[in-house]
């Protein structure tokens, strides 16, 4: 994961080694960011607090079954 100096932008990577027929989700907590920002994830356009994302998580399910994937989810500042 990686935070811009000014906490405006992240880059979140996420990585499947070995694939399943039926995949659980998966929490990944962010750090590094501001609890007061709301940011927005540029491929879905959700919305996500920046405490939300630090103490609750993410939550993810891989969209491919096969190994070896990797997701990218980018967050920017609302404003």
């Known amino acids: 994961m990686f935070v811009s100096p000014d ?8 990585f499947v080694i070995l694939g ?3 995949p659980e989700p998966h929490i990944t907590k962010l750090a590094g960011l ?4 709301t940011y927005v994830e540029t491929d879905t356009n959700k919305m996500y607090g920046g405490d939300e994302l630090m103490q609750l998580g993410l939550y993810t399910t891989p969209v491919q079954t096969s190994d070896f994937t990797a997701q990218v989810h980018y967050f920017k500042d609302k404003d």
Request: no cysteine; proline share 7%.
């Open 7 to 14: 906490q405006k932008e992240a880059l979140l990577f996420t």
């Open 20 to 22: 399943a027929v039926q």
């Open 34 to 37: 501001d609890p007061q920002q």
